[in-house]
Every structure is written in structure tokens, then in C-alpha cells.
């Protein structure tokens, strides 16, 4: 069985609502095969990322840059996983009160040292608060586990 490990920072309702959507679109009835691990980036360490097959991160915006949790967790898997998980499947979304661009820039040096491979293009979830929000991440979590099924990632 394949998995696929979500760690998201969910601070507050409506990134708890994404990375539900996320889940949800990952564990779609018509997907099979597929073990999905969600973890909070504080709950999360090296050893998930090197069990899992594929890595979808969610983060908030804060000040510009990715949220301190996210950030926390790649400071604690970088070095483990640096030769490890080269080419490892990845996408990311972000809750951007503003732009987004400064917590993708930093999440997309970090996962260029590693080597990861971006399965998806990036879904950053603008300004105020969309009900639509939720429905573009289920179809990331769909999209990328579908992916995984498939042998496509």
C-alpha cells in the first residue's frame, strides 16, 4: 500500500476546513491503495516522510513566509531526509491572507535542497475566506492521490 502523508498547520477553523478537504479528496471512494497519514507539523519527524510515497503540506501565511510549525518541521527532517527522500512527490497549499508568494518562495528553496518533485501546481488560497477554498483542496488531495494510484508520481 502507498501512503501519503498530509502535515498540515491548521490555527484556525478554515485551514482545519482545507486540510479536511484535502484529506476527504485523498480518500475518495474511487481511489484504492492508498494510506493517507495526516500529522501536524509539530507531530511529524523524519521517519513519516521517509515512510511515506508522496507529501502534500499545507501551511498558513504569517508575515510572508510559511507558518513557524511548518518551518519547525523542516528544520527537524531536512538533514535526515536530505539524501533519503530525493524526488519524493510533493504539493503544497497555502491560507494567504495577502499574496502567498513569500510562504511558497520559502517552502520551494527549502524542498529544492531536497530534492523534491512537484507533482501539482502550488494552491494558494487567497484573501478573504471562499467556501471554494475547500473544494480546490479536495481535488489537490484527489489529484495528487489519484496520481499515486496510478503510478503516475
Same mark, same amino acid.
Given at each position: 500500500?502507498?501512503?501519503?502523508?498530509?502535515?498540515?498547520?491548521?490555527?484556525?477553523?478554515?485551514?482545519?476546513?482545507?486540510?479536511?478537504?484535502?484529506?476527504? @479528496? &485523498?480518500?475518495?471512494?474511487?481511489?484504492?491503495?492508498?494510506?493517507?497519514? %495526516?500529522?501536524?507539523?509539530?507531530?511529524?519527524?523524519?521517519?513519516?516522510?521517509?515512510?511515506?510515497?508522496?507529501?502534500?503540506?499545507?501551511?498558513?501565511?504569517?508575515?510572508?513566509?510559511?507558518? @513557524?510549525?511548518?518551518?519547525?518541521?523542516?528544520?527537524?527532517?531536512?538533514?535526515?531526509? %536530505?539524501?533519503?527522500?530525493?524526488?519524493?512527490?510533493?504539493?503544497?497549499?497555502?491560507? &494567504? @491572507?495577502?499574496?502567498?508568494? @513569500?510562504? %511558497?518562495?520559502?517552502? $520551494?528553496?527549502?524542498?529544492?535542497?531536497?530534492?523534491?518533485? #512537484?507533482? #501539482? $501546481?502550488?494552491?494558494?488560497?487567497?484573501?478573504?475566506? #471562499?467556501?471554494?477554498?475547500?473544494? #480546490?483542496?479536495? $481535488? %489537490?488531495?484527489?489529484?495528487?492521490?489519484?496520481?499515486?494510484?496510478?503510478?503516475?508520481?
Amino acid at each position: 500500500m502507498k501512503k501519503l502523508l498530509i502535515v498540515s498547520h491548521t490555527p484556525s477553523p478554515h485551514t482545519r476546513a482545507m486540510t479536511n478537504a484535502v484529506v476527504k @479528496g &485523498a480518500t475518495h471512494a474511487d481511489i484504492s491503495g492508498i494510506e493517507v497519514m %495526516l500529522k501536524q507539523p509539530i507531530e511529524s519527524g523524519p521517519q513519516d516522510v521517509l515512510a511515506a510515497d508522496a507529501i502534500i503540506l499545507g501551511t498558513t501565511e504569517n508575515f510572508g513566509y510559511m507558518s @513557524g510549525a511548518l518551518k519547525d518541521f523542516f528544520d527537524r527532517t531536512y538533514y535526515p531526509c %536530505l539524501e533519503k527522500t530525493g524526488s519524493l512527490p510533493f504539493a503544497v497549499f497555502i491560507r &494567504a @491572507g495577502n499574496d502567498g508568494r @513569500g510562504a %511558497l518562495v520559502s517552502i $520551494e528553496r527549502i524542498v529544492k535542497g531536497l530534492a523534491w518533485r #512537484q507533482v #501539482q $501546481e502550488p494552491l494558494i488560497c487567497r484573501g478573504e475566506w #471562499q467556501p471554494s477554498f475547500v473544494d #480546490q483542496c479536495e $481535488e %489537490l488531495g484527489m489529484t495528487v492521490a489519484a496520481g499515486i494510484e496510478a503510478g503516475i508520481f
